[in-house]
């Protein structure tokens, strides 16, 4: 059974850093899909970013590109998103998750607020 | 980015009677190297992560009840709902993972009536 638990979360100032972090089991990891997905209160889902097995690739929302930057550790099981220059806007539950694309296995998620 | 769009943004419907959601990609996701809808369907309680429902936008997920539906092609999807059941409450998003970034519907709302 897969599991993903995320950590990391927090209160921070605009302007601030944060660095996530999601630990798997139960799969492969270094095989895996891996995607951060965000969750506003009280709104839709969006997805945030994304890395392919060995980090062959590394795609970003619009809304993050520059900001965001998405790594993983497969000695680890771990991925991870570092997060600067912090908005209010970047406010949200954040998601890990993995799939191929779709998403099919999630963790609990991690709030982050960004609030002076 | 490829904008899509549910409908509506909530409706009520009552306990064992169906309920239809629609969801409209800017662009066709359908790939032609493998003929495959890349369009799913989640479904998200309060206080938890969305669940994925159906994938290719028909196949159900494992254990999913054959009450959940999906059908469509190209840039015009359905999830149908049979027999609404009590626990069927929640909010439903379709999403792409045609074109990168993917992008998510804005949710529709599922209550009942």
């Known amino acids: 059974q897969v599991h993903l638990v995320e950590s990391g979360g927090g209160l921070v100032k605009p302007g601030g850093s944060l660095r996530l972090s999601c630990v798997a089991s139960g799969l492969t990891f270094s095989d895996s899909y891996m995607a951060w997905v965000r969750q506003p209160p009280g709104k839709g889902l969006e997805w945030v970013s994304d890395i392919g097995r060995g980090s062959r690739y590394t795609n970003y929302a619009a809304s993050v590109k520059g900001r965001f930057t998405i790594s993983r550790d497969d000695a680890n099981n771990s991925l991870f998103l570092q997060m600067n220059s912090l908005r209010a806007d970047d406010t949200a539950v954040y998601y890990c998750?993995?799939?191929?694309?779709?998403?099919?296995?999630w963790g609990q998620g991690t709030l982050v607020t960004v609030s002076s | 980015d490829m904008v899509m769009t549910q409908s509506p943004d909530s409706l009520a419907v009552s306990l064992g009677e169906r309920a239809t959601i629609n969801c409209k990609s800017g662009?066709?996701?359908?790939?032609?190297?493998?003929?495959?809808?890349?369009l799913s369907w989640y479904q998200q309680k309060p206080g938890q992560p969305p669940k994925l429902l159906i994938n290719?936008?028909?196949t159900r997920e494992s254990g999913v009840p054959d009450r959940f539906s999906g059908s469509g092609s190209g840039t015009d999807f359905t999830l149908t709902i049979s027999n609404l059941q009590a626990e069927d409450v929640a909010v439903y998003y379709c999403?792409?993972?045609?074109?990168?970034?993917?992008?998510f519907g804005q949710g529709t709302k599922l209550e009942i009536k």
């Open positions: 998750a993995t799939g191929d694309g779709y998403l099919l296995q």
């Open positions: 999403q792409q993972h045609y074109a990168t970034p993917c992008t």
């Open positions: 662009h066709s996701v359908l790939y032609s190297s493998d003929n495959k809808n890349y």
């Open positions: 290719w936008a028909s």
